[in-house]
């Protein structure tokens, strides 16, 4: 019994000092005179990560407006939720005197195919960078 596992345990150390060597012969960037290695790993690291944001929705604004002339308070509001490429959503909600709609309309590279008001419009202008 004590073989079988003396034989297990061989194999373990051959396996963990072939991981070890492969490791070892990855491909590492080249270095660039002058600067260290590690930053050009930040470097990779930075851009990796800008990349991976692209897509989250970055971009947001806020209009609060009276839809009716004859309310105040600013209860109505549209909110831009936008990426970098501008694409997301505008929600907007329309308060009245005995109830309030919301609306959702999806927006494609800062614009959308359904007709947006001047306040969602104003909106994503805001949230544009």
Do not use: N
């Not at 991981?19 to 790993?41: K, N, Y």
């Not at 806020?62 to 990426?83: F, K, N, P, Q, T």
């Not at 999806?106 to 306040?119: A, I, K, R, Y």
């Amino acid at each position: 019994m004590w073989i079988v596992a003396a034989l297990a345990l061989l194999v373990a150390l051959a396996a963990l000092g072939t991981a070890v060597a492969a490791l070892r012969r990855t491909a590492r960037p080249a270095p660039v005179e002058g600067v260290p290695a590690d930053v050009l790993g930040l470097r990779q690291e930075v851009a990796a990560l800008r990349a991976e944001g692209a897509g989250a929705l970055r971009h947001l604004a806020v209009v609060r407006y009276d839809a009716h002339g004859d309310m105040g308070g600013h209860l109505s509001w549209s909110l831009a939720l936008l990426d970098d490429q501008g694409h997301g959503t505008v929600v907007t909600s329309i308060h009245g005197r005995s109830e309030a709609r919301t609306y959702a309309k999806t927006v494609t590279g800062w614009t959308s195919e359904q007709q947006l008001s001047p306040e969602e419009l104003e909106a994503i202008g805001a949230a544009r960078p």
